[in-house]
């Protein structure tokens, strides 16, 4: 007999569990895909808002594995287009007020652009509540792949 009670204790303790599936409160049926998302109320990658400013001056530095990297350069920006930039520091093969290569001229919607990389393995984004630009964007477009990793700081911005 005392063999047969673990069985027993078993078959009952199963018995009481299977039946409670089924009671209690129904569960709602899976509605499926909602017709229109629900909007988040803060923008993400893919969703960055384009800078308006025509006019303005900013600071940049670009994170990478690339010769002057992390040296700040001070990018002047007029009609939407980069009119003109200059080393803010004297670094190597440069003194303050050198200018900078064409190469490295970038506005802060080509930060804004690479912020919006959907493509990219890894997007970090810094950007403040009410201000109208990020302060700072990683960008790493494959795990895969070693240096090609890069990061962009804005600083003192200017419009007008």
Excluded at 17 to 46: H, I, K, R, Y
């Amino acid at each position: 007999m005392r063999a047969a009670l673990p069985a027993v204790v078993v078959t009952v303790a199963t018995t009481f569990l299977l039946s409670a599936c089924g009671q209690g409160t129904p569960v709602a049926s899976d509605p499926g895909p909602s017709e229109s998302p629900t909007p988040t109320a803060s923008p993400t990658v893919g969703t960055y808002p384009a800078f308006a400013a025509a006019d303005y001056a900013f600071t940049l530095k670009v994170s990478c594995f690339c010769a002057d990297a992390g040296q700040p350069i001070r990018v002047t920006v007029a009609g939407g287009k980069v009119s003109g930039a200059v080393w803010a520091r004297t670094g190597r093969g440069h003194v303050e007020g050198d200018p900078v290569e064409k190469y490295r001229w970038i506005t802060i919607n080509d930060v804004i652009d690479a912020a919006n990389d959907t493509g990219a393995a890894q997007v970090d984004v810094t950007w403040p509540e009410g201000q109208d630009w990020p302060t700072s964007v990683y960008v790493d477009q494959s795990k895969n792949m070693a240096d090609e990793e890069v990061g962009y700081t804005v600083s003192d911005v200017t419009v007008g």
